[in-house]
């Protein structure tokens, strides 16, 4: 049954634990609550947000609107045959749970995106990504409801527009879709991705002799080392996306930056580490007001203590202001900003 709240404090609901405020909050905890959902819109119309793991969002002030958290459950095996497996996920089932159950059952193919937290329904949008893999190529399609309508739909991957860091279900004409469920392609004759250096270098010598719950494993004691754990120092990851550049722009950078790590992509461009550039900034552990660059993993901003808001955005804009004053290259905010009215442009 639906839940819903009034004056809500977001802290709890979101990874980073800013201070924030919501007129509304609903909890969808099963299919029967997406009408509801919609008799409560008609009801009351104003803002909304919806919500999944909150891994990935930043509230900059309090949220004059609803917000909409997807708790729906439920995971299956829907078919398979001697190439891959079809599994399918609820929206509110929690990412990392997922994966779990899929390397427990054997199932290889997510492995390497171990250990991030969010929810299902919320990893499309990102098209997250870590350790040589992104999610978009193991989606087989995505469904879900149109929020005005109620009714249903379900795109394959090739209509989802995966990029990096991005999907179709970003672009503000794609508001109404809210995605319910996924399904996911899983292979079954296919070797472990082990070419990021941090596998290449855990499993040296071993071939492809590397089960799931091995690579798994690995990413997992990689990430908690790498990165602060949100449940002991608020974040929502990487704050800034890999610059993608031309050629161009990647051989003069070299020039003056041997040292710069750079990895061609297949359309020709290049993707450059946001992480070294700030670091090489001298940014790690700067703070402004409660945000802190985090002393171990300079892509990753933190709550260091009573942040606001505005104290990400500032840091933001001093550490993109800073970058772009030494390299000459823009950084773009990963994560979902959102103002009084809902969810704001990027940072100009």
Not at 27 to 53: I, K, Q, S, T, Y
Not at 234 to 259: D, I, Q, T, W, Y
Not at 323 to 329: I, L
């Amino acid at each position: 049954m639906m839940q819903r709240f009034t004056d809500v404090d977001l802290s709890a609901w979101t990874t980073l634990g800013v201070p924030a405020r919501a007129r509304e909050l609903l909890v969808l905890e099963e299919e029967a609550d997406l009408a509801r959902w919609r008799e409560r819109r008609a009801a009351a119309p104003m803002p909304e947000l919806v919500l999944g793991g909150g891994s990935n969002v930043v509230f900059l002030e309090d949220f004059a609107g609803r917000v909409v958290r997807l708790a729906t459950r439920g995971r299956e095996l829907l078919a398979e045959d001697d190439a891959a497996r079809l599994v399918r996920a609820a929206a509110g089932e929690p990412w990392d749970g997922f994966v779990r159950w899929c390397v427990a059952q054997g199932w290889g193919g997510l492995e390497n995106l171990a250990a991030i937290p969010g929810s299902v329904g919320a990893v499309p949008v990102q098209n997250v990504g870590a350790y040589g893999l992104e999610v978009g190529e193991r989606i087989a399609w995505v469904e879900g409801v149109e929020r005005d309508t109620g009714l249903a739909w379900r795109l394959p991957a090739a209509e989802c527009g995966f990029g990096y860091r991005t999907s179709r279900f970003k672009a503000r004409e794609s508001a109404s879709l809210v995605i319910t469920a996924v399904t996911f392609r899983l292979p079954r004759n296919e070797p472990p991705r082990l070419d990021y250096p941090d596998l290449q270098r855990r499993f040296a010598g071993l071939g492809q002799d590397v089960s799931p719950a091995e690579v798994y494993a690995a990413v997992a004691e990689i990430r908690a080392r790498k990165l602060p754990d949100p449940r002991v120092q608020g974040n929502v990851g990487s704050f800034f996306k890999n610059p993608v550049v031309s050629p161009e722009v990647a051989e003069r950078l070299a020039a003056h930056h041997p040292e710069l790590p750079r990895h061609a992509l297949p359309d020709g461009r290049v993707k450059l580490a946001a992480g070294w550039m700030i670091e090489r900034c001298g940014l790690k552990g700067v703070r402004e007001g409660g945000a802190a660059v985090h002393e171990r993993q300079a892509l990753v901003l933190c709550n260091a203590g009573g942040a606001k808001g505005a104290d990400f955005l500032a840091l933001a804009r001093r550490v993109r202001e800073t970058v772009a004053e030494r390299f000459g290259v823009r950084l773009e905010v990963e994560p979902v900003l959102v103002g009084c009215e809902g969810v704001v442009q990027p940072l100009a």
